[in-house]
Antibody
């Protein structure tokens, strides 16, 4: 059974950093691209970032480029999102998702909540 | 960026009736479109990929059609568990973009 376990969210002040993690199980992690998608409270879905299966290619939404870094450790079956310079506009529920088929998200984590407030 | 526009934003439907949701892309995306269902407090669930392919385990009352810029998701004979918010997403190029969502309520 495919499982994605998101963690690392919390309450931070504007300008602070946070690292999200997503532990994957039930599939061959190193053969799938992975992504982060976020959802602000009461709002729709927003794609944040995608990383290729071997980590060699990364893609970002304009709203986070230069501040967020997606990475993965295939030896640990874990996906990461390093978020720097957080602003109130980054407050959301962050989901990790498996990319399959191409650029489609067939499995999602339960989400981890990021709150940005002074 | 490719903009995705869904309509309606919300709709009320009696149990047993059908409903069609529309998604329009700001430029042609061939058949590179996915549909998701999201219930309150839950992660989205993939329903349809490549515009018309039913994801494994999804009931056959869900169907998708379209190509180019205009797409539809149809739910035949709505069941109580189908009341949720539905999102389309273009899967052709980065940045990946979602529609604003369509909330389907019980009438």
């Amino acid at each position: 059974e495919v499982q994605l376990l998101d963690s690392g969210g919390g309450l931070v002040q504007p300008g602070w950093s946070l690292r999200l993690s997503c532990e994957a199980s039930g599939f061959t992690f190193n053969t799938y691209a992975m992504a982060w998608v976020r959802q602000a409270p009461g709002r729709g879905l927003e794609w944040v970032s995608t990383i290729s299966a071997n980590g060699g290619a990364t893609y970002y939404a304009k709203s986070v480029k230069g501040r967020f870094t997606i990475s993965r450790d295939n030896s640990k079956n874990t996906l990461y999102l390093q978020m720097n310079g957080l602003g109130v506009e980054d407050a959301a529920l962050y989901y990790c998702a498996r990319d399959s088929p191409r650029y489609t998200f067939d499995f999602w984590g339960q989400g981890t909540l990021v709150t940005v407030s002074s | 960026d490719i903009q995705m526009t869904q309509s309606p934003s919300s709709v009320s439907v009696p149990v047993g009736d059908g409903v069609t949701i529309t998604c329009r892309a700001s430029q042609g995306i061939r058949a590179s479109l996915a549909w998701y269902q999201q219930k309150p407090g839950k992660a989205p669930k993939l329903l349809i990929y490549a515009a018309s392919s039913l994801q494994s385990g999804v009931p056959s009352r869900f169907s998708g059609r379209g190509s180019g810029t205009d797409f539809t998701l149809t739910i035949d004979s709505l069941q109580p568990e189908d009341f949720a918010t539905y999102y389309c997403q273009q899967t052709t190029s980065f940045p990946l973009t979602f529609g604003g969502g369509t909330r389907v309520d019980i009438k």
